[in-house]
């Protein structure tokens, strides 16, 4: 069940501080994070955010596409292996 409308999309607020202040920097730095659950907001955009996946950090470059969608649909945490049929 998604977030209530009324509430707003939930971002970290170490995240959106990190961003405000590459941001007034003018700098274009790589950000670490572990928090998959936050949304993806009109202010990241141009940014690299490195999300967590539970063993290292997934590089995801923003752009206006993503906006809406969370941070950890894009760090997969499991590796589909195939379904091999039995071999003879």
């Known amino acids: 069940m998604p977030r209530s409308k009324k509430k707003g999309p939930y971002i970290d607020p170490k995240l959106l501080n990190k961003i405000k202040k590459i941001k007034d920097s003018n700098g274009k730095k790589v950000i670490t994070t572990w928090s998959r659950s936050s949304m993806i907001v009109p202010d990241m955009i141009g940014f690299t955010i ?3 996946n539970g063993i290292k950090h997934i590089a995801v470059f923003i752009t206006e596409q993503l906006i809406g969608h969370k941070l950890g649909e ?3 945490t499991r590796t ?3 379904h091999e049929k039995g071999k003879k």
Do not use: D, I, M
Request: hydrophobic letters at 45%; zero cysteines.
């Open 80 to 82: 589909f292996r195939s």
């Open 74 to 76: 894009f760090a997969y």
């Open 50 to 52: 490195s999300v967590h």
